[in-house]
């Protein structure tokens, strides 16, 4: 169980276009979402934290209009890089909390595929 | 704030080799401590992790981990290395902010096992 899967796994665009990446919980329902952004061997730095229902939480430094956030249901959020430049290009990764109760207090997340963004 | 240090960037070990690698936490309460490998061009996959109880951790693929809170270590080891073994290893400690959680994680480890 605590299956999470991101979609698409690569991604190229033009410089000045849109992307969107998924990333949903397969298996389990995930109120909390986070999305993380990973440079060349680098370590995962935390953009934002995603609320069910709710605005998005960002990071010191994370351009919110850049970076789109959207958790509309349980299973599924969304992160919108708006007009892609070349230094948007890098590894996003998605994370999902498990289960009320087992996780919650741990903090221990699930972690999808993440998706290589090549912007041109 | 809780931070990770993990040290050594790069670690390079001979196949059937001791791994050790290395993981220092600060943090002002009991911490939640973490071990994620990472595959190249793929996501995180947990190791293991502590939360309570039992301080010596054992977790997937032969690894474990002992969490020893007089040095505020979480030092990852393995007898015996394997070449699928070669990954980057990412420390992490749980940290509560605004009434949830998330994750801080080290810088990360690269090991490499040569034959």
């Known amino acids: 169980g605590a299956v999470v899967s991101q979609h698409p796994s690569w991604v190229i665009c033009k410089s000045g276009t849109s992307v969107k990446i998924e990333c949903r919980s397969l298996?389990?329902?995930?109120?909390?979402m986070f999305w993380y952004r990973q440079f060349p061997k680098q370590s995962l730095m935390l953009m934002a934290t995603s609320n069910e229902g709710s605005k998005a939480t960002y990071e010191q430094g994370v351009e919110k209009d850049k970076f789109l956030i959207n958790h509309a249901s349980l299973t599924l959020s969304t992160l919108t890089v708006t007009s892609a430049h070349p230094e948007d290009s890098s590894f996003y990764i998605c994370s999902a909390r498990g289960s009320p109760g087992e996780f919650r207090n741990t903090g221990e997340l699930f972690f999808g595929e993440g998706s290589r963004l090549t912007v041109l | 704030a809780q931070s990770v240090t993990q040290l050594g960037s790069h670690v390079s070990v001979s196949e059937g080799a001791l791994v050790l690698l290395r993981c220092n936490y600060s943090s002002s309460v009991p911490p939640y401590l973490f071990w994620y490998v990472q595959y190249p061009n793929q996501g995180l996959q947990l190791l293991l992790k502590y939360t309570t109880g039992a301080t010596l951790v054992k977790g997937i693929n032969g690894f474990e981990a002992e969490f020893k809170k007089s040095e505020t270590s979480f030092h990852l080891t393995k007898p015996s290395a394997h070449m699928s073994d070669a990954a980057e290893y990412f420390c992490a400690v749980s940290e509560i902010t605004g009434g949830y959680n998330k994750l801080i994680f080290g810088a990360g480890t690269r090991l490499a096992v040569h034959p």
């Open positions: 298996d389990f329902q995930a109120t909390t």
